[in-house]
């Protein structure tokens, strides 16, 4: 295994809580993104591709976008159907000793986008649960975070229903329990 500069360390250790994110990584005025992250996003941005020297033998792949223009780079990505997790600088680089401290302070997913070209003024932007009770009873809920619209509802019979029900809500992201079975 590469022996990694520590900033290096330090992006792997925080994209290991978020492998089914992209990371944007707050570095001074961009936010980047490494390895696997970095292929992906610049086939999927069509953004430029570089490296840099990460403390191992081979070059790192990277790719990056400045602070104030990720807005544009993230509805794209969510867009797409992807999750993002962007983690900030959490102490100011010029006291810092040593890595400036990150951590991520905001996951944005399909449902929880709250502003943007993304969000439609006549269409709500539901994130929805799911949860599965005895007997063929459903838990369905669904809220829209953007204006805070609620809906919940129990639905007594078949999965048909439940998932008629799904339909019909245009929900961009659904959470499901875990105990719900996967077969169905």
């Known amino acids: 295994m590469a022996t990694y ?7 792997l250790q925080v994209k290991a ?8 990584f707050r570095l001074g005025d961009f ?5 696997e992250d970095a292929l992906k ?8 591709l570089t490296s840099r020297e990460g403390g191992g033998e081979d070059r790192i792949p990277m790719c990056g976008v400045p602070y104030h223009s990720a807005p544009n780079y993230i509805e794209q990505l969510v867009a797409k159907g992807y ?3 962007i983690c900030e600088q959490t102490e100011d680089p010029k006291t810092a000793k040593g890595v400036v401290k990150r951590e991520v302070v905001q996951l944005i997913t399909p449902g929880t986008m709250m502003e943007g070209r993304g969000l439609l ?17 459903y838990g369905f809920a669904c809220s ?15 999965i048909d229903e439940l998932i008629n029900e ?8 659904v959470v499901i329990d875990s105990s719900f079975p996967a077969e169905i």
Do not use: C, H, W
Not at 17 to 24: E, K
Not at 123 to 135: K, L, R
């Open 31 to 35: 936010y980047e993104m490494f390895f």
């Open 41 to 48: 996003a610049s086939q999927e941005l069509e953004i430029t």
């Open 17 to 24: 809580d978020y492998q089914d994110a992209f990371l944007f």
């Open 5 to 11: 500069t520590p900033m290096i360390k330090q992006y």
């Open 166 to 173: 799904l339909s019909i809500s245009g929900a961009k992201e």
């Open 144 to 158: 829209d975070l953007s204006t805070g619209e609620s809906r919940a509802t129990l639905i007594n019979g078949s």
């Open 83 to 85: 999750k993002v997790a």
């Open 121 to 137: 003024d006549k269409e709500n932007n539901f994130i929805a649960t799911v949860s599965i009770f005895p007997g063929n009873r």
